[in-house]
């Protein structure tokens, strides 16, 4: 289809673009454009005003936190970008990896972190890295800056008329990981999970086969304390409800809920043996 007609403007300022997109409505923010443009094109999405934040440096790059415990990530900065950067690589793995299973290399250099995060009705694969991590998410709006949880931007999405600014990540080293089984044609996650050891037990979440991207505190709670090998790992996804674990494309929940399990465990490990490197 031919995208339908609307305006376009390209702020130089993050006040400027939150100028536009509180005195237009139907004003839609690109980044990427890697979900936004596709559905234009397809009609599932409209917009009176396209405002291309791309120019907004102050929206890119990853550094350390002020106090050193964690690291700030622009949304501006690409999936690419975010795969390779030394500070996640070494602070975050889950969100790295995450990031380097997300589409193809021309997707990568194109996407934003931003816009992962953001997307709505779409099984992308930052959310579940973020929720794993227990990130924030900052977000400016006419009323000042604010932050959401990575569960709470999942579960709501972002305000009306907020620019999504960064991600708030606390360290981790390298006790995290993250796994994914991907639909061949389209490379969203038919199920995708992320781990973090922490003192206090794991920290999981799935997304794909499930209806949007969850924590599922009830398997942290069954595995706390004890080991993470496979057979407990599956014990304790088999005590979920099964209709947590959403079927389709040819998939049952009884399916979807062992391979979240059995990929789990596989992201358990690795975290475990780089924890013990």
Known sequence: MILTEFDYARPTGLDEALT???????????????????????????????????????????????????????????????AADPLVLAEAPELAAAARANGDPQVRNLGTVGGNLAAAGRATDLPVAAMAADAAVELAGPGGRTTLTAEELA?????????????????????????????????????????????????IAVTGATARPVRLRGVE??????????DAVLAAFRAEPRELFVPGRGTSAEYLGHLAGVLTARALQRAGQALDR
């Open 20 to 82: 536009l997109l509180s005195g237009t409505r139907g004003a839609r923010i690109l980044a990427g454009g890697q979900s936004l443009l596709p559905d234009l094109r397809a009609g599932a999405d409209g917009a009176a005003l396209l405002v291309d934040i791309r120019r907004l440096a102050e929206l890119r790059g990853v550094a350390r936190t002020p106090d050193g415990t964690g690291l700030r990530i622009g949304a501006l900065t690409t999936l690419a970008e975010l």
């Open 155 to 203: 579960a709501g999405g972002p305000p009306a008329g907020t620019v999504l600014t960064a991600l708030l990540v606390p360290a981790a080293g390298p006790a995290a990981a993250f796994e994914k089984t991907a639909d061949r044609a389209t490379r969203y996650p038919v199920c995708a999970t992320a781990v973090r050891i922490t003192p206090g037990g794991p920290r």
């Open 221 to 230: 709670d069954r595995l706390r304390g004890g080991t993470y090998g496979t």
